[in-house]
């Protein structure tokens, strides 16, 4: 990285006047967890087609100073469990890395098994303030009974939830907008926040947050060049984005996209959707607001 890359991030949010970014869609994670991750993008291209290079494969300590020199004031260490007795593990990894590491705000995770309900419960006593769920990955229903007392924990807490549920970059068996359905209307009041804005299913999510207004939308990998080749949004739904400008929040997937950390931004303010507040919102205020920041 030069001094170029962080430059050109650091021009986009002084030009809005914001005092840095809060990027809620970050990944940190146990070495040799992260370390499995990055294999499955290495031999991702079989899968998918095309090439995915990880452009901030770096060590764990050089990823959180990138950050820092980018201006991004808060972020997240999105862990995620695929398998039972992985989840409360993490959890306890993670409480770890955010008290090592002030910015990041305390994240962890569950799976459905049957001491899902407490370990939540414990890790909110600990002071997790957002959750992360990868459906695809895991693999599992988020309307699974063993999940029933985990969301109604995290509905009465009004802890976020970011949940990769759509069915990109491939579908999943449990993927995709009717179970995310099903789950809101049994859970009304959870804070979901819906990964990728929802890839590819980006009309069927936006409907979901017109039906239901405490849902947000991350922007993680979404209206870059790479992602629009394999998922283009559909442009005569953009005029949506803007009424929808307090529930959509910028996330990046750092560490693991195959471009700058600038052109996930520029894909943002190319959309040409919303002035100068809309953008403000999305890459600092509405993230503020998501995390109780100041």
């Known amino acids: 990285m030069t001094m170029d890359e962080f430059e050109s991030v650091r021009r986009i949010w002084q030009g809005l006047g914001l005092p840095g970014i809060i990027d809620v869609h970050t990944h940190f ?65 993670a409480a770890q890395f955010a008290t090592l590491t002030p910015d990041c705000v305390h994240t962890a995770t569950f799976y459905p098994e049957p001491d899902a309900r407490d370990y939540v419960q414990a890790a909110i006593v600990s002071g997790a303030r ?65 990964a990728h804005m929802g890839m590819p299913e980006y009309t069927e999510f936006l409907d979901i947050c017109d039906d239901y207004p405490q849902v947000c939308l991350d922007t993680t990998m979404a209206f870059t060049h790479f992602a629009e080749e394999m998922s283009p949004f559909p442009t005569d739904h953009l005029h949506r984005l803007r009424d929808l400008g307090d529930r959509i929040l910028f996330g990046s997937d750092f560490p693991n996209i195959p471009y700058s950390y600038a052109e996930a931004m520029q894909a943002i303010i190319d959309l040409e959707v919303g002035d100068d507040n809309w953008l403000a919102n999305v890459f600092y205020g509405n993230g503020a607001r998501l995390f109780g920041l100041t």
């Open 29 to 93: 994670m146990p070495k040799n967890v992260m370390d499995k991750v990055w294999q499955y993008f290495d031999s991702v291209g079989p899968l998918t087609g095309r090439q995915w290079p990880i452009r901030y494969r770096t060590a764990e300590e050089e990823r959180v100073h990138t950050l820092r020199r980018f201006g991004v004031h808060a972020f997240t260490s999105l862990v995620y469990a695929h398998k039972p007795q992985m989840a409360e593990w993490l959890n306890s990894w």
């Open 130 to 194: 957002v959750f992360k769920v990868h459906i695809q990955v895991g693999a599992y229903d988020p309307n699974d009974p063993l999940l029933d007392g985990v969301w109604g924990t995290l509905a009465d807490h009004g802890r976020p939830i970011i949940i990769h549920c759509g069915s990109g970059p491939a579908p999943g068996e449990f993927t995709g907008p009717d179970r995310i359905r099903t789950l809101l209307r049994r859970h009304p009041r959870l804070d979901l926040v819906i």
